[in-house]
T-cell receptor, first 117, second 114 residues
Framework: KAGVTQTPRYLIKTRGQQVTLSCSPISGHRSVSWYQQTPGQGLQFLFEYFSETQRNKGNFPGRFSGRQFSNSRSEMNVSTLELGDSALYLC????????????????FGPGTRLTVL | GQQLNQSPQSMFIQEGEDVSMNCTSSSIFNTWLWYKQDPGEGPVLLIALYKAGELTSNGRLTAQFGITRKDSFLNISASIPSDVGIYFCAGHSNRGSTLGRLYFGRGTQLTVWP
């Protein structure tokens, strides 16, 4: 069974540009979460999607957005890039999302390394 | 939001030694998790703990869910070179709208000398 895949693996952008990152979850997984990892802040939750709906959002500015498609693939977009957006962006998928609030194991992809110059 | 304090920040040990790291939280969690991250990879789940007081082993790894639900520790026995990496604790809360959101510690960088 293939793992979570993220594309591209590496990306270099300049300030002010925008970027779109892609995540393909494990086959059959319906929930996708995104995290930002930086040396200064560690792993920070961005958002979570299930059935094409954003279910939860972390404390990031509106420049960070995402979406999920009917096949559960997800994209995240960062507009008007800032130097501080340089980070490893990790995607995690899980199945199934519980009807209740219980934890469902999340499987992480290798991440997209974004560098903003 | 919940803050997780993970210590130590880094450890330098000799092969064969035991390792212990811990994590404390300002809030209660329903699930405690321990991950390992290798360079260029995403975190990989090592152990999941679901009940206060639970002690769980996975090979040379042992982790415990604190009875207050605000802390957890991970022990690695008889370390080997492939244990090198960054270890993260993470907590999950069943409350309200948190759903799948995980809160992570800052990580413990483990270096093993041969």
């Amino acid at each position: 069974k293939a793992g979570v895949t993220q594309t591209p693996r590496y990306l270099i952008k300049t300030r002010g540009q925008q970027v779109t990152l892609s995540c393909s979850p494990i086959s059959g997984h319906r929930s996708v979460s995104w995290y930002q990892q930086t040396p200064g802040q560690g792993l920070q939750f961005l958002f979570e999607y299930f059935s094409e709906t954003q279910r939860n959002k972390g404390n990031f500015p509106g420049r960070f957005s995402g979406r999920q498609f009917s096949n559960s693939r997800s994209e995240m977009n960062v507009s008007t890039l800032e130097l501080g957006d340089s980070a490893l962006y990790l995607c995690a998928s899980s199945f199934p999302i519980a009807g209740g609030p219980g934890y469902n194991e999340q499987f992480f992809g290798p991440g997209t390394r974004l560098t903003v110059l | 939001g919940q803050q997780l304090n993970q210590s130590p920040q880094s450890m330098f040990i000799q092969e064969g030694e035991d390792v212990s790291m811990n994590c404390t939280s300002s809030s209660i969690f329903n699930t405690w998790l321990w991950y390992k991250q290798d360079p260029g990879e995403g975190p990989v789940l090592l152990i999941a703990l679901y009940k206060a007081g639970e002690l769980t082993s996975n090979g040379r790894l042992t982790a415990q869910f604190g009875i207050t639900r605000k802390d957890s520790f991970l022990n690695i026995s008889a370390s080997i070179p492939s244990d090198v990496g960054i270890y993260f604790c993470a907590g999950h809360s069943n409350r309200g709208s948190t759903l799948g959101r995980l809160y992570f510690g800052r990580g413990t960088q483990l270096t093993v000398w041969p």
